[in-house]
């Protein structure tokens, strides 16, 4: 069974390149796959960079340009919707503005996706400060008209995966939720962590050097610092960062205030690294473990799971934030292969949702009032035509 898969906010292409590897086949012999239909974004190195990896031989499928002025209905049909709606409202760095902000409301264009085409499953990807945005108020909204949309509704199964319990060598951790249509007789359950026990984590050092990367590698670019940053980078112990007590008084940042530990914070060698962020000023780069440097960009990628020959299209920031703003393509080929077991009536091993009482609740009652609804239209048509009898 083939999927058809658009996609919203698509980034560089790390969903789409879980979904690509994701393939299962049943007991029958049929095959279970993800194909791609079309996909948006906004900015052009980041829709170069997908077309290149993703769809090289339909380049003209990536439509780039604000989501805001898409005509989704000049889009092609699809079975299956992936949206990974800008976080910047809903992180907990920043200023949580949530509906408020620029792209708290993007979500929406994701719900007019999917009362246009109803396609059988979604997955939409959000950090997991969104359950606390607005207290709470933004994920309930978010979740409930996802619920609702399209001419069905959906099954969801909203849950917050931590990515270094899947094999990615990295500590992301981002709420992911999947809709299944609830005309079909699919239930998709979370798929049990693969590296649940932290001795089996892949760590940092794991993820860059084994296999060694080429020095002649795309978007491996080593950063020039002064003698100063060097130098004190050469203070600061593996897994530390700028308020080191080890550094020499003479070389600490004159920072007042609010302190983020994401300074110049250098990479434990022994342990998945700390989040790989798109964006930020001086000292937020991500420093190497053994020598004193930002890490390159295609190490960033290494930890991103991203594999060698995916190349980045654009400047060193361009691709740092395309990086840094990506879905690992493991956590996201972990997930879809369950979505596609799930159909397949292929049995996996699966953990509890994690997910409040509260939510629950509001879902069930959202299920419960378009089952009312639909009923109430079923009787009324049954009236009319009594009537015109």
């Known amino acids: 069974m083939k999927f058809t898969k658009g996609e919203l906010f698509c980034g560089p292409g790390g969903l789409s390149l879980g979904a690509k590897d994701a393939t299962v086949t049943n007991d029958m012999g049929e095959e279970f796959f993800v194909e791609h239909a079309w996909a948006n974004d906004l900015d052009e190195d980041t829709c170069e960079t997908f077309r290149q990896n993703i769809c090289p031989e339909r380049p003209e499928s990536v439509i780039c340009e604000d989501v805001r002025k898409l005509d989704i209905s000049k889009l092609e049909p699809i079975d299956a919707f992936s949206f990974g709606f800008p976080c910047n409202d809903f992180s907990i760095v920043g200023e949580k503005k949530g509906f408020e902000g620029e792209y708290g409301p993007l979500y929406t264009y994701g719900v007019k996706v999917l009362n246009k085409f109803n396609p059988k499953w979604f997955l ?42 899947y094999g990615v060598p990295q500590a992301r951790h981002r709420i992911i939720i999947v809709g299944i249509r609830n005309d079909l007789d699919v239930e998709f359950k979370v798929p049990k962590p693969t590296h649940e026990d932290p001795t089996t984590w892949i760590t940092s050092k794991q993820a860059i050097e084994e296999p060694p990367i080429n020095n002649d590698a795309f978007n491996h670019d080593f950063t020039r610092h002064q003698a100063k940053v060097v130098k004190m980078l050469s203070h600061i112990p593996q897994g530390g960062n700028a308020w080191s007590e080890e550094i020499p008084e003479e070389l600490r940042l004159n920072v007042k205030g609010a302190r983020m530990s994401n300074i110049y914070r250098r990479l434990n060698p022994d342990t998945p690294s700390y989040t790989v962020t798109g964006s930020g ?20 990628a290494r930890l ?9 299209i654009g400047g060193k920031e361009s691709v740092r934030k395309q990086i840094g703003m990506a879905v690992p393509p493991l956590g ?55 009537v015109t009898k």
Do not use: C
């Open 281 to 300: 000023g001086g000292g937020t780069h991500m420093y190497h473990y053994e020598h004193f440097r930002a890490l390159t960009s295609r190490e960033r």
């Open 124 to 165: 939409a990807e959000n950090v997991g400060g969104l359950e606390s945005a607005n207290e709470g108020s933004a994920f309930l909204q978010i979740l409930t008209d996802l619920a609702n949309a399209g001419d069905q509704g959906y099954k969801l199964t909203p849950h917050l995966y931590k990515f270094e319990q």
């Open 304 to 312: 991103q799971t991203f594999p060698d020959d995916f190349e980045f």
């Open 332 to 386: 996201a080929k972990v997930i879809i292969n369950a979505i596609l077991k799930s159909f397949a009536k292929i049995p996996y091993d699966s953990v509890e949702a994690k997910w409040s009482g509260d939510i629950k609740k509001i879902l069930e009652n959202n299920i419960k009032k378009r089952q009312e609804r639909t009923l109430s239209k079923q009787m009324a048509m049954e009236d009319l035509l009594k």
